[in-house]
């Protein structure tokens, strides 16, 4: 072969292009995605470990709402008998609230003047609640959440439902 031939087959010859990639350096690529996955695995698992947790919030904040509404319906079916309506209310407040903690959970049962200058659901109190005063009833809950918990701190949730006895 002449030198002219040579050259040509030099020229003709393609250089590795920087893409493809070359024995040695596949295990440095490997640990290389090995420590970026130890690097946003903490942080992935925070964001969802968080989404979780809000979720959790969300449902036992509609859980109390729903529950404060419960008793104030079983409260205004009560009007023949106004010094149990407490007692009521308990029952189904604890029923529809189910899901969560009892011991986290305080009720506060009112009676609102409407129709009188004022009204008592305590036994014995005068005067009692008649048709068209209202009841209301509010609930606390405190929510213990995951995160918060580690800083020292709690949620308070509440609901309030007032109905008017009929």
Partial sequence: MTI???A???????????HQPRGPRRSGRAGQSLVEFALVIPIFMLLLGGMVDVGFMLYSR???ISASREGARAAVNQLD???GIPIVVDGAVRGAASGLTSRDL?????CVPLQQARCDLVS????DPVSGDAINVTLNYTYHSIFLTLLG???????STR???E
């Fill in 153 to 159: 701190t709690t949620v308070n949730l509440s609901g």
């Fill in 124 to 127: 014995g109190g005068q005067p």
């Fill in 4 to 6: 002219a031939g040579r």
């Fill in 62 to 64: 509609m859980t109390v």
């Fill in 8 to 18: 040509r087959s030099r020229v003709g010859h393609r250089a590795p292009t920087p």
């Fill in 163 to 165: 109905m008017v006895l």
């Fill in 106 to 110: 305080s009720i506060v049962v009112e």
């Fill in 81 to 83: 008998n106004p010094t």
